[in-house]
T-cell receptor
Framework: DSGVTQTPKHLITATGQRVTLRCSPRSGDLSVYWYQQSLDQGLQFLIQ???????AKGNILERFSAQQFPDLHSELNLSSLELGDSALYFC???????????FGPGTRLTVT | AQTVTQSQPEMSVQEAETVTLSCTYDTSESDYYLFWYKQPPSRQMILVIRQEAYKQQNATENRFSVNFQKAAKSFSLKISDSQLGDAAMYFCASIQGAQKLVFGQGTRLTINP
C-alpha cells in the first residue's frame, strides 16, 4: 500500500459525459501528479500540483482540468468524453520535487 | 525532449535465476534521477529502485540492483534469485529538469517455474 488513495476504482460512462476522479496523496506529500496509461500511448504525464498551485503541465487535453484543494487532495475533471479517453488514470504524490513518486491504485475509466 | 527507451518488450527467466532488463535514456542535463517501477497484473505502480545521477555507486534494494552507466546513458535493472512474484511489467523512468516522470514503453517479465 503506497498511502495514495484514488476513487473510484472503476468508472463506466458514455461519450459526451463528464467525470471527476479523486486522489488523496500520502500524508505529508505536497506534490500531486496525474498520469494517463493507455494501450497505445503508454504512461503519459498530464499535470502536477504543488501545495495547491499548478506546477507543470504535460499532454493534457483542454477538455481535462485539475485542481488541488487546501487539504491537498486533488481532482481530475474529464469532460466531453470520447472513446479514446478510456484508460487507467493514476495519481502519484511526492514530498518534494525530484523525489520518488508513489502511485495510487488508479481509476479505470471506460467510455462507451 | 527527454526520452527513455526500453528495447526489450518481453523477457523471461527461470525461477531462482538472474535477469537483466535494459534501459537507455536521453538527456542534456547533468542533474537527473532514474527509477524502475513494477506493474504487476493488479496494475498498481510500485517503485522498485531509484538512482541519482550524481552518485557513482549503483543503487541496490535487496534482490534488485542497477547498473548505471552515465556516459553510455544506460540504466539496467538486475533481478537476482527471480521469484514468481516478480512477474510484471517493468518501467524505466527519469526525471530531468521538470518534475514529471518520463517512462519507457515497458518490459514484460515472465518467470518460468
Amino acid at each position: 500500500d503506497s498511502g495514495v488513495t484514488q476513487t473510484p476504482k472503476h468508472l463506466i460512462t458514455a461519450t459526451g459525459q463528464r467525470v471527476t476522479l479523486r486522489c488523496s496523496p500520502r500524508s505529508g506529500d505536497l506534490s500531486v501528479y496525474w498520469y494517463q496509461q493507455s494501450l497505445d500511448q503508454g504512461l503519459q504525464f498530464l499535470i502536477q500540483y504543488y501545495n495547491g498551485e499548478e506546477r507543470a503541465k504535460g499532454n493534457i487535453l483542454e477538455r481535462f482540468s485539475a485542481q488541488q484543494f487546501p487539504d491537498l487532495h486533488s481532482e481530475l475533471n474529464l469532460s466531453s468524453l470520447e472513446l479514446g479517453d478510456s484508460a487507467l488514470y493514476f495519481c502519484a504524490s511526492s514530498l518534494v520535487d525530484r523525489a520518488e513518486q508513489y502511485f495510487g491504485p488508479g481509476t479505470r475509466l471506460t467510455v462507451t | 525532449a527527454q526520452t527513455v527507451t526500453q528495447s526489450q518488450p518481453e523477457m523471461s527467466v527461470q525461477e531462482a535465476e538472474t535477469v537483466t532488463l535494459s534501459c537507455t535514456y536521453d538527456t542534456s542535463e547533468s542533474d537527473y534521477y532514474l527509477f524502475w517501477y513494477k506493474q504487476p497484473p493488479s496494475r498498481q505502480m510500485i517503485l522498485v529502485i531509484r538512482q541519482e545521477a550524481y552518485k557513482q555507486q549503483n543503487a541496490t534494494e535487496n534482490r534488485f540492483s542497477v547498473n548505471f552507466q552515465k556516459a553510455a546513458k544506460s540504466f539496467s535493472l538486475k533481478i537476482s534469485d527471480s521469484q514468481l512474484g516478480d512477474a510484471a511489467m517493468y518501467f524505466c523512468a527519469s526525471i530531468q529538469g521538470a518534475q514529471k516522470l518520463v517512462f519507457g514503453q515497458g518490459t514484460r517479465l515472465t518467470i518460468n517455474p
